[in-house]
């Protein structure tokens, strides 16, 4: 009996391993808390149970949500569709195939650059989610819209200083700096997406003054630094601590 519970542990035990800019090393997290991740890290969660490794990885998101959640699938996983369905990382998470170690990071950074971008809908649902206001999520996704996808005005056609001060309650960033911080995080994923730098193809191509000057006064960094960091959660996370909506650990 007591054979058989150590056997059923050892099943159920994950790991998470951390990949912080400059992502030259794996490196094991001994803690959960996971709040002195730096920005840009990819958190990769690896065990024989995939639903412990998610659970492990869910429960890190909430304490750090501005990593890059990343899940090692084990070599006899058949589908990982069934867990999809529960998990609230579905939308972000990068999965990588078995076959290949979980030790190597250009594997790892590899597929995640090959991440499918995010919709204004998963962008609006981010922020939402980091500042606990669900009344967020459809005016920030409105914009999101306008700035990424070049939609129509909607929700009544209210005009972009309605949409000002309705954010006014909530905080200083008003409607065209949520729309200036889609297009950063558009900006981040093309440059550090597999092809390269390519922003532009989809309408939201800034000027290099006008990216160097929104990098520097929503994010706090150099331009460069929008190369160096993979994930678009860190943009969004760097604008809410300039703008002093969330605290940095």
């Known amino acids: 009996m007591v054979r058989a519970g150590s056997e059923v542990r050892r099943a159920l035990r994950s790991e998470l391993v951390a990949l912080a800019p400059p992502y030259r090393a794996v490196v094991p997290l001994h803690s959960v808390d996971g709040a002195e991740l ?38 006899l996983q058949e589908s990982l569709e069934p867990l999809l369905l529960v ?21 790892v950074v590899a597929a995640v650059r090959r991440r499918r971008p995010p919709t204004p809908a998963m962008l609006a649902r981010w922020v939402a989610r980091r500042l606990s206001t669900r009344e967020l999520e459809s005016p920030l996704r409105h914009q999101f819209e306008r700035s990424l996808g070049g939609g129509a005005a909607a929700d009544g056609d209210r005009s972009v200083a309605s949409y000002s001060r309705l954010f006014s309650r909530y905080g200083g960033y008003t409607a065209r700096d949520w729309r200036a911080l889609a ?17 532009g193809d989809d309408g939201t191509h800034l000027p290099f003054r006008t990216a160097s000057h929104y990098t520097g006064r929503y994010l706090g960094v150099a331009y460069r630094v929008t190369a160096e960091r993979l994930g678009w959660e860190w943009v969004l996370e760097a604008a809410l601590r300039t703008g002093r909506y969330v605290h940095a650990p």
Not at 44 to 68: D, F
């Open 87 to 107: 998990t609230e990382l579905r939308d972000r998470l990068v999965v990588l195939s078995p076959g290949r170690g979980d030790d190597d990071v250009a594997h």
């Open 38 to 75: 730096p920005l840009g890290s990819v958190v990769l969660a690896r065990g024989v149970a995939t639903i412990a490794a998610l659970a492990g990885l869910t429960a890190l998101s909430h304490r750090a949500p501005w990593i890059v959640p990343s899940l090692a699938l084990p070599a």
């Open 183 to 199: 297009r950063l995080c558009a900006l981040v994923i093309a440059r550090t997406s597999e092809d390269g730098e390519r922003h």
